[in-house]
């Protein structure tokens, strides 16, 4: 079977730290790019950050750069996302999906809801909060 699984999330502090972690099984992600995706209550679906395993470039959308940082274990079939000085507005949803795009300009399209992906995870809840 064929899937993607969600880890890490909790509740946590505003300014701390959470690391979520996005395994699969029944696939490899190495020839993939694997996006982290988050939806709060009332809003629509945002790309927060991606990663392709073919060459290592990188995304993050403007509201996470310099506190969340993407990367990728191949041994371990899976990609995380450290998100460190959360802010209440994190909040959310968070799901990861696999792709197939690569360049620095693909990844941000990908972000944007311009691709279908083609498996996605459960979810896991982060919620931010004093």
């Known amino acids: 079977q064929l899937r993607l699984v969600e880890s890490g999330g909790g509740l946590v502090q505003p300014g701390g730290s959470l690391r979520l972690s996005c395994a699969a099984s029944?696939?490899?992600?190495?020839?993939?790019?694997i996006g982290w995706f988050r939806q709060a209550p009332g809003k629509e679906r945002e790309g927060v950050s991606c990663i392709s395993n073919v060459n290592g470039n990188t995304y993050y959308a403007d509201s996470v750069k310099g506190r969340f940082t993407i990367s990728s274990d191949n041994a371990k079939n899976t990609v995380y996302l450290q998100m460190n000085s959360l802010k209440p507005e994190d909040t959310a949803v968070y799901y990861c999906a696999t792709g197939h795009v690569s360049t620095v300009k693909a990844l941000s399209l990908m972000m944007g809801g311009y691709y279908d992906m083609d498996y996605w995870g459960e979810g896991t809840l982060v919620t931010v909060s004093s």
């Open positions: 029944g696939f490899t992600l190495e020839y993939y790019a």
